[in-house]
């Protein structure tokens, strides 16, 4: 069965400080991609960054980056710099590599931000 | 480009009733599914089209249905509404292989 798993409901964090988010997933695939969703108020899932399984070097897109362990099947999301806007509901996602259309979602970790 | 949207935005309905969602994918896209979300279940995979055919099924009761046209839209449909089917139902559609985009939702409320 596919997993996912985040350990934090809740996170707050100082504007322009640093904070990360857990996530850890269960999987008996090779090829598969995670990714890091969005939602704020507007309900609009948002993508944040995708990994690739097969890929070792950790993906970053500009104050969003991922320490991704393959290994311990963790993928944890930093955010630097942290804004008001970064306010939001964020899920942790995965999704089987070459027949799977389906998302398998973490419950969600709500992150406050700090003025 | 118009994002994915999804009609209406807000729906009571009672108990018993049966109701019809809409998703209209980005333009060019053929791949549509749909994902229930409450507070106590999350995220749940519903279905998913491709051209106009049901590709992948969640785990749900056959009162939850789907369709898809030729020009990629879909419809939701739930027949004998329960409570427990309040939620809020997103659809999203994808082109390649990572991009998908979610609509905003459609929150269903049954009384």
């Known amino acids: 069965a596919q997993t996912v798993t985040q350990s934090q409901p809740e996170m707050s964090v100082q504007e322009a400080e640093t904070v990360t988010l857990s996530c850890t997933y269960d999987t008996s695939e090779s090829d598969y991609y995670l990714f890091w969703y969005k939602q704020p108020p507007s309900r609009q899932m948002i993508l944040v960054i995708r990994q690739e399984a097969y890929k070792q070097q950790n993906a970053t897109e500009n104050r969003f980056s991922v320490n991704f362990q393959k290994a311990a099947k963790s993928f944890s999301l930093k955010i630097s710099d942290s804004q008001l806007g970064d306010a939001a509901m964020y899920f942790c996602?995965?999704?089987?590599?070459?027949?799977?259309?389906?998302?398998?979602f973490g419950t969600g970790t709500s992150l406050t931000v700090i003025p | 480009k118009a994002g994915v949207t999804q009609t209406p935005r807000y729906l009571i309905k009672t108990r018993g009733q049966q109701v019809t969602l809409s998703c209209s994918p980005i333009?060019?896209?053929?791949?549509v599914s749909w994902y229930q979300q409450t507070p106590g279940q999350g995220l749940q995979f519903l279905f998913e089209?491709?051209?106009?055919?049901?590709?992948n099924k969640g785990n749900f009761p056959g009162r939850f249905s789907g369709r898809q046209f030729s020009n990629s839209r879909s419809e939701m449909n739930v027949s004998t509404l329960e409570l427990g089917d309040s939620a809020l139902y997103l659809c999203?559609?994808?082109?390649?292989?990572?991009?998908?985009?979610f609509g905003s939702g459609t929150r269903l409320t049954v009384v």
């Open positions: 996602a995965y999704r089987i590599g070459n027949t799977g259309n389906q998302f398998y």
């Open positions: 089209y491709f051209s106009e055919t049901q590709r």
């Open positions: 999203a559609s994808r082109w390649g292989e990572y991009g998908y985009t």
């Open positions: 333009s060019g896209h053929r791949s």
